[in-house]
């Protein structure tokens, strides 16, 4: 992304989340009565306000609470067609077999790429007016060279992080001959579709991809370039999380799932584990032991896991709502995991924080502080969205 020129200042900052904690007050490093100057892209000054150099452009926060923009590392948002009658039926309690996922890739098969290109903006226009200033999106409603491959492209001008997911769910053409659709993915599949992402996923879960499989599948991902996700453990225990700490994954996501080797393996690990509450929520499922996770020293990302199926969420305001109630985690520690949490699994070192040197990706919240974000759950408290110093809406 290359950053505007020019500078903006942002005074009247009642209550600033640098997110890092040896700046100010508490775990966010939190400041008071402050402004801000974002110079070409990147934040340049934080002081007291009436200190402020001049700038080319000034957002007033008037008092309010700004928090680090929110960094989604986790969505699908790549598809057509929705599942609402399966949602529905879900909620009903009653069977409605669509086919799950099957359903999303026959929709997105047959759209044209048009159709798939305005689908994934409108949901990344979405995610932005609700405070996320990085997107992470993945392809995986394809499963063929050809539509994987046109399913990253979209997912390329849409989003800064872009994931293969060829391996989401073995494609219903290769049912009973997995390993030859393993073949595909690893072979004619990867070598269209490297080149136009930066990360290669796999869905490790039994009856989809074992670990024998997933392991190849994410060898073949770092030969190619590709940076690694899960995911892991969303269903049952697995082998998932392990792998990926195995394979020095960014992230295994979902973590639903735990046994204590897999905490272990988490906390003397570089992966982030990445908690999707959203599809808990959706699915009416047990919420993953996120207390458990951060007391053994994990570094946990939230994420809105957006896909037409289990979690069809923009809004990382109502993730970390969920997380607060739901998880049991602070309001602080769900702040921190859903921006500087996603930017660590992202393995970006520039956003996620407020401090001379980030990108200039901040919120203005219509809040005092940031616990408002839990406390008024559903509210429109995304005020203002400012990416790279440019002020968005
Ligand atoms: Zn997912």
């Not at 067609?81 to 949602?87: A, K, L, M, Q």
């Not at 072979?187 to 499989?213: I, Q, S, T, Y």
């Not at 999380?241 to 195995?246: K, S």
């Not at 699994?345 to 990108?359: D, K």
Request: net charge negative; proline share 5%.
């Amino acid at each position: 992304m290359r950053p505007p020129r020019g500078s903006l200042l942002v005074r009247g900052i009642g209550l600033l989340v640098t997110n890092r904690p040896e700046l100010g007050e508490g775990a966010l490093g939190v400041l008071r009565d402050v402004d801000l100057v974002v110079e070409d892209g990147t934040v340049a000054w934080i002081g007291g306000a009436r200190t402020s150099p001049a700038a080319d452009e000034m957002l007033d926060a008037a008092g309010r609470c700004v928090v680090p923009g929110f960094v989604d590392s986790h969505t699908h948002l790549v598809f057509a067609g929705d599942r609402v009658e399966e949602f529905t039926a879900r909620m009903a309690g009653t069977r409605y077999d669509t086919g799950g996922i099957s359903a999303t890739v026959a929709a997105t098969r047959s759209a044209p790429q048009g159709v798939l290109m305005e689908s994934a903006a409108k949901l990344a226009r979405e995610a932005e007016a609700q405070g996320t200033t990085t997107l992470e999106t993945k392809s995986g409603y394809g499963l063929t060279v050809a539509d994987e491959s046109r399913c990253l492209e979209v997912a390329g001008t849409i989003a800064e992080e872009v994931t293969f997911l060829g391996a989401h769910v073995v494609a219903p053409e290769y049912r009973g001959s997995e390993q030859e659709y393993v073949a595909l993915v690893t072979g004619p599949m990867l070598e269209a579709c490297a080149p136009k992402a930066r990360w290669c996923d796999v869905f490790c879960e039994e009856g989809v991809f074992g670990p024998d499989a997933a392991r190849e599948i994410l060898q073949a991902g770092l030969d190619h370039g590709l940076g690694l996700r899960v995911h892991a453990n969303q269903l049952s225990c697995g082998p998932g999380v392990q792998l990926a700490v195995e394979m020095g994954a960014a992230s295994a996501d979902h973590c639903t799932h735990l046994d204590g080797a897999d905490v272990d393996a988490l906390a003397g690990s570089d992966t982030v584990a990445t908690l999707l509450p959203g599809a808990e929520f959706s699915t009416r499922s047990p919420y993953p032991d996120a207390r458990r996770l951060l007391d053994s020293g994990v570094t946990v990302a939230l994420a809105t896991d957006c896909n037409p199926g289990t979690s069809y969420t923009t809004s990382m305001p109502f993730v970390i709502a969920l997380a607060v109630r739901e998880m049991h985690m602070t309001p602080d520690e769900a702040l921190f995991a859903a921006t500087a949490g996603g930017a660590r699994a992202l393995r970006r070192e520039e956003i996620g924080a407020l401090t001379p040197g980030s990108r200039g990706d901040l919120v203005v919240l219509n809040a005092p502080t940031a616990a408002h974000l839990a406390y008024r759950p559903g509210v429109a408290l995304v005020a203002t969205v400012v990416r790279a110093g440019r002020v968005l809406g």
